[in-house]
């Protein structure tokens, strides 16, 4: 059973106004949710590595967008361009990962998890509205 505030959510005690607000409220938080998702898919990561001869973009889910090899960056040993190259790549990641991390903070107004799955989150958002509005369909204070 649902609850707010510690005491079980009883429909037929609610007041119709209540009702409305609270589906006014939940329509701007789903509003806003969708409107964060089509942020979170612009979402890109930079980096450069360490000698500033390699730099990468990645997309928010971590895709390689780009990657840019300075010509100086030949001079190196297959190795070390390797390893500046995964350097790079895994530090656009994580700036990619923390600017995501940031939208998701700012959007739900707390601590959003530290990991998330971008699918998983569109699913539960979709999940969570059906549910919503199933309920108020079925509900006699529902709307029509």
């Not at 649902?2 to 509003?31: C, G, H, I, Q, Y």
């Not at 990645?58 to 390797?82: F, I, K, W, Y």
């Not at 707390?110 to 539960?124: W, Y």
Request: without cysteine; proline residues 5%.
């Amino acid at each position: 059973m649902t609850t707010f505030d510690s005491a079980p959510f009883d429909p037929a005690r609610m007041d119709p106004a209540d009702l409305d607000r609270m589906v006014a409220d939940s329509e701007r938080t789903l509003k806003g949710l969708r409107e964060a998702m089509v942020r979170l898919n612009e979402i890109t990561g930079v980096a450069q590595s360490a000698d500033g001869l390699v730099s990468a973009t990645v997309a928010q889910g971590g895709r390689l967008l780009e990657l840019n090899l300075n010509p100086r960056a030949m001079r190196h040993d297959s190795r070390t361009l390797a390893e500046s190259i995964v350097a790079a790549v895994q530090d656009a990641q994580d700036a990619a990962g923390r600017r995501s991390q940031e939208l998701l903070e700012t959007v739900l107004g707390r601590a959003a998890p530290e990991a998330f799955n971008l699918d998983s989150l569109r699913e539960q958002l979709d999940r969570a509205g059906a549910a919503f509005t199933g309920a108020l369909e079925a509900h006699p204070l529902g709307r029509p």
